[in-house]
C-alpha cells in the first residue's frame, strides 16, 4: 500500500484531506434532496461521517468497512454506523431505504464487484425510492484532475460514459450531472436514479 494511502486511512488525515471540499462535492445531491421524502437513508461508504450530519433528523446507517474511521463518525455524529465489506456484504437485513447515498466509494472496487453492489444497493430501495451517486471521473486527457484521480485510494476512477453505463444498467436515471470542484482539480459525476 502506498504512504498516501496509509495515511488516509487515519480519520484525522481523511478528514483534512477532505474537509475542504466536502461541501462542494456534496452540492449537487443537496440540491436534489429539498424536494424528497426521506425516513431511512443508507450511506454506502460513509468514511468518518462526511455527510451524516445533513441527515440528523432521519433514520440514517452508514457502512464502512474501516473500524477507525466509525469510531470517529460514532463519536461525532447521530446515526448507526455498521464496520461491513460492501463487496461481499448482504444488505438485506437492514431492510428498505427511502434514500441510498454512495458518494466516492465505487472507485474503490472492480467492475463485477460495483455491478453486485449496486445489485444490492436496488433491492434495498423503498418503492418511489432515490440513489444518490458522487464518482470520479478519469479525464480522457491529460489534467490535473486526471492526476488527483489517480492520487485518490481508489483504483478504478472511471471515464464519464463508462459511469454511466454501469449506473443506467441498473436504474433509471433521473439527473445525470458532471461537475467540477476545487478550481478542476477534481472531476466528478453525480448520478441520481429510480428502480427500475
Ligand atoms: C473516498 S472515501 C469516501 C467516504 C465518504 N463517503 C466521503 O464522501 O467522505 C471511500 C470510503 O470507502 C470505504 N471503503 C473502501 N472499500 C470498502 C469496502 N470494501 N467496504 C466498505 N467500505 C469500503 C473507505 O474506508 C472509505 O471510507
Known sequence: MRLLDRLLELPIVYSLWQAPFAQ????PVERQLAGLTMRRVLDVGCGPGTNADRFADVDYVGIDIN????????????????????????????????????????????????????????????????????????????????VMARLDRGLYARPLGQWQAMFSRHFSPRVVEPYSFGGRLWSMVYFQGTRR
Open 24 to 27: 462542494q462535492k456534496f452540492e
Open 67 to 146: 473500524e477507525s474511521y466509525l469510531v470517529k463518525a460514532r463519536r461525532n455524529h447521530a446515526g448507526r454506523f455498521i464496520q461491513a465489506d460492501l463487496a461481499t456484504s448482504d444488505l438485506s437485513a437492514l431492510g428498505k431505504f427511502d434514500v441510498v447515498l454512495v458518494n466516492s466509494f465505487l472507485h474503490h472496487l472492480p467492475d463485477r464487484e460495483v455491478d453486485a453492489l449496486l445489485t444490492r444497493v436496488h433491492e434495498q430501495l423503498a418503492p418511489g425510492g432515490t440513489v444518490h451517486i458522487l464518482e470520479l471521473v478519469r479525464p480522457s486527457n491529460w489534467s490535473l484532475s486526471r
